[in-house]
């Protein structure tokens, strides 16, 4: 059975330039502008704005 594309697959990225990314899924109709979450980046060791790539 396919996934659906209700619930897609996106890439975070850390906004401090670390280049570090989270991988999650998310819900096309409760979020269908693109996601802003405020996740851990242990390359900076701090909790930083990860924004989501298309």
Do not use: C, W
């Not at 670390?18 to 899924?25: D, E, P, S």
């Amino acid at each position: 059975m396919a996934r659906s594309e209700i619930r897609p697959v996106i890439k975070l990225r850390s906004t401090a330039g670390t280049g570090y990314t989270y991988v999650t899924r998310k819900n096309r109709r409760n979020d269908p502008d693109r996601m802003i979450l405020k996740k851990y980046d242990p390359v900076i060791r701090r909790h930083v704005q990860f924004r989501e790539e298309r």
